[in-house]
């Protein structure tokens, strides 16, 4: 009997963020099903938007049975968002022993952007008597809920209003897990104490809207983002006063004609970055891509300036890409062809012999980088429309099911293709 390499959730709505829970529940390291959750969140044009949290209906269905008749996934738990999540993500594995002074150890964390930072508090498995609801949603007494516990949103630098402007996405930080860094539409990054509910920091990063931001992997002072400007810039809380320019995207080569009137705030078009990503393995590697735009960027931070490779496989706009967490990271790329691509740029990256130390300064650049094309993903997978998102579950142990039949240590790939989430094993 084979394992399963694919399961399916029918969400009530259509998916548009979505994350891969980093460990186990706590407690619950020896039930293997609870290293099987999902984060997501919908996507309705009015206020009343939802974010759920989704798990195995039972542990059987990652062996190919007679579970075909049953959902692989059931909804845990929900709760309402109003406007839709920009953003959803569990906490990362760090938080499980994090210091919290309003967190119970039993509990995990989410965090969700939309009109303001949320924190939402999970409690998990009750008591474990799913066996005996096999093919029915769990009762509503199942022991889960999902419970918002701050609203961050705070004055904005740019505008005036007293509310925040609405998140792009933010960045939780692995290291410090209080940590987190948001992106927002005014211009600004601001980084959060969730621990405290205070805004530590909110600097002008660009000079349009911020698309997305990420820590700099292992550091707790560096953080880079992208936005509608075309840039990605890097930022060291030790030093705000000046950020890094790593890449301008290239003027278009078909500029429009002036117009008779220049308005004072006309700049010149680019080709707004919506997406970045380190490498966890060697973190001089990002991956980032252009609005409307079907190749992925790969740049290094030791030569700021030009891509060191461009992916190209795609055939229509990309929407979402993702690092895995092996030894040697996959790179999973999605978008409106309904393919996810995945990548091995192991053999193309320069060996991690150096890797900055998070604690150093950007590193000067190394001008011998020249541009790469690669155009031969290592594995493909077509959906049946088109693809929003993804998240990459951890490293699942191997397990035995009472059976005898057993499963393989490995990761899946969760994708989000209109209300549908299929989990990939790669």
């Not at 542990?59 to 049953?70: I, K, S, T």
């Not at 309402?80 to 993500?89: D, V």
């Not at 150890?105 to 949320?118: H, I, K, Q, V």
């Not at 990309?318 to 192991?346: F, H, K, Y």
Request: negative net charge; glycine residues 6%; charged residues 15%.
């Amino acid at each position: 009997m084979a394992q399963t390499s694919l399961l399916q959730y029918e969400a009530p709505w259509p998916v548009h963020s979505l994350d891969w829970c980093k460990t186990s529940a706590p407690g619950q390291q020896l039930r293997p099903r609870s290293a099987f959750r999902l984060g997501v969140a919908s996507f309705t044009e009015n206020y009343q938007n939802q974010i759920a949290v989704v798990g195995l209906q039972d542990e059987r269905v990652l062996v190919e049975d007679d579970f075909a008749d049953y959902p692989d996934f059931v909804t845990l738990c929900e709760a309402y968002h109003g406007y839709p999540a920009t953003s959803l993500q569990w906490q990362p594995a760090s938080a499980q022993n994090h210091s919290w002074s309003h967190k119970t150890p039993s509990t995990e964390l989410l965090a969700t952007t939309g009109d303001a930072l949320r924190i939402w508090e999970y409690n998990g498995d009750g008591p474990a008597t799913s066996s005996s609801y096999v093919g029915r949603q769990p009762p509503v007494s199942s022991g889960h809920s999902l419970t918002m516990k701050t609203a961050l949103s705070g004055q904005s630098k740019v505008q005036n209003q007293s509310a925040g402007a609405p998140l792009t996405n933010f960045s939780w930080n692995e290291k410090t897990p209080h940590l987190i860094v948001t992106a927002s539409i005014d211009t600004t990054c601001t980084v959060w104490n969730i621990d405290t509910s205070t805004a530590m920091t909110q600097l002008i990063a660009h000079d349009r809207e911020v698309y997305d931001v990420a820590w700099l992997p292992g550091s707790t002072d560096i953080f880079v983002s992208v936005g509608a400007d075309g840039s990605l810039r890097a930022f060291d809380l030790r030093s705000l006063e000046h950020s890094t320019i790593l890449y301008e995207t290239p003027a278009p080569k078909t500029v429009p004609p002036p117009t008779l009137t220049p308005s004072a705030s006309a700049r010149p078009p680019t080709s707004p970055l919506l997406r970045i990503a380190f490498n966890p393995s060697d973190s001089n590697y990002m991956s980032t891509f252009h609005m409307d735009g079907s190749d992925v960027q790969i740049l290094d931070m030791r030569s700021p300036g030009q891509p060191v490779m461009e992916l190209r496989g795609h055939h229509a706009p990309i929407n979402a890409l993702g690092w895995g967490s092996a030894e040697r990271p996959l790179l999973a790329t999605a978008g409106d062809d309904c393919q996810v691509l995945l990548w091995d740029l192991a053999n193309y990256t320069q060996g991690a012999a150096s890797p900055r130390s998070a604690g150093s300064r950007l590193n000067s650049p190394r001008p011998d980088a020249k541009k790469r094309i690669v155009t031969e993903p290592i594995m493909a997978y077509t959906a049946t429309s088109q693809i929003t998102s993804l998240a990459w579950s951890p490293q699942i142990q191997g397990m035995s099911m009472n059976s005898g039949y057993s499963t393989v240590t490995g990761e899946w790939l969760a994708i989000a293709s209109g209300k549908t989430v299929k989990a990939l094993k790669v």
